[in-house]
């Protein structure tokens, strides 16, 4: 017979798993007749505390766990250094694992960080993730999650994100008060939700300026590459109206983009002004220097850790569980690739 759970009797309840999880455990927030009510469900449910929820709910390890797509990303790299900055100055040691954009690998870096006893996690979801299932797992042995960066509505939890809406609006009216006004998008898969905000931004910029939007100047990223970027953009240069101006989901993208630009012999941005988001650092070395939307990836990480920290405490203490929804403003750099010549 099948292990009743937590989300089990929240379903039959009509409330959060976090309500009866709280409710289980006596918490002084929570009313008498829901205390009631959740433990009478429980019963009829036939529902017992999973023996490894209870082992670790005894136990005080000071490690954490950050789960992030690629580690050698520069901007998880920022992230990281955020998180180790707080985390090590309060005696936290860090269990760092990637997901390579994987879902069924996110799955099992999360189960194997539940295993090892984690008192908390950082996480920033896959390309892949839709489901959030493992992550709610968590919640239930009383381990909080916190997202950043890639994030899901699904989940109950704090979050730590780029102001995706902004900074993608902001690059393409850059764009548009210049003159250009065959504004091409490279974009990102469909579910994560950040590159969901920038596609919104990039139409929200266009309304707001009286464009159309025209269909064949949007292209869907599947891994987010440079090849992708490169090959994408290959195809608006060869449509008979190409675009003159093109913002890009991410640097690695922008610069294939440039990449076939350059081959094809076309000039930036003369021929067509680029801009990206993230800003890495190889976006001021290059030539043209690329202009990007810049994402505060160490700030990231220290709030992200910052909310983390709260919420092991406050399970610890029996307090309230509090969830805070931080977004962080992204700012243009402004540089080479994106500024239209000056006619002479």
């Given at each position: 017979?099948?292990?009743?759970?937590?989300?089990?009797?929240?379903?039959?309840?009509?409330?959060?798993?976090?309500?009866?999880?709280r409710a289980l455990k006596n918490y002084p927030d929570i009313s008498k007749a829901t205390k009631q009510t959740v433990l009478a469900a429980a019963e009829r449910l036939h529902y017992?505390?999973?023996?490894?929820?209870?082992?670790?709910?005894?136990?005080?390890?000071?490690?954490?766990?950050?789960?992030?797509?690629?580690?050698?990303?520069?901007?998880?790299?920022?992230?990281?250094?955020?998180?180790?900055?707080?985390?090590?100055?309060l005696g936290y040691h860090i269990i760092l694992s990637q997901s390579n954009e994987s879902y069924e690998k996110e799955i099992r870096v999360t189960q194997m960080l539940q295993a090892t006893g984690v008192d908390g996690l950082l996480v920033c979801l896959s390309n892949e993730t839709v489901d959030v299932g493992h992550l709610q797992a968590l919640q239930e042995y009383d381990v909080p999650v916190v997202l950043f960066d890639k994030i899901s509505p699904l989940l109950e939890a704090s979050s730590v994100v780029t102001n995706d809406f902004q900074g993608a609006y902001d690059a393409v009216a850059h764009l548009l008060d210049q003159g250009y006004t065959r504004v091409a998008h490279i974009k990102g898969p469909p579910h994560p939700e950040n590159t969901r905000q920038r596609f919104a931004g990039y139409r929200a910029a266009l309304?707001?300026?009286?464009?159309?939007?025209?269909?064949?100047?949007?292209?869907e990223c599947t891994h987010v590459t440079q090849d992708e970027g490169a090959f994408f953009n290959r195809q608006f240069m060869a449509l008979a109206e190409p675009p003159e101006a093109l913002f890009a989901v991410t640097d690695s993208v922008a610069i294939g983009a440039i990449t076939?630009?350059?081959?094809?012999g076309w000039r930036v941005p003369q021929d067509m002004a680029v801009i990206g988001f993230s800003d890495w650092a190889v976006c001021r070395l290059l030539e043209p220097s690329i202009s990007s939307v810049s994402q505060p990836g160490y700030d990231i990480g220290r709030r992200a850790s910052e909310l983390l920290l709260r919420e092991i405490r406050q399970l610890r203490e029996a307090l309230p569980l509090e969830h805070s929804q931080l977004v962080l403003d992204?700012?243009?750099?402004?540089?080479?690739?994106?500024?239209r010549p000056v006619s002479v």
């Open positions: 017979m099948k292990r009743a759970t937590l989300r089990d009797i929240a379903q039959s309840l009509g409330v959060t798993v976090a309500t009866v999880s017992a505390p999973h023996p490894m929820a209870v082992k670790l709910r005894q136990q005080a390890y000071k490690v954490v766990g950050v789960v992030i797509p690629d580690i050698i990303h520069p901007f998880f790299s920022d992230v990281i250094s955020g998180i180790v900055d707080v985390m090590e100055d309304a707001a300026y009286g464009l159309p939007y025209r269909a064949e100047y949007v292209a076939a630009l350059k081959e094809a992204a700012r243009i750099q402004i540089r080479q690739s994106s500024q």
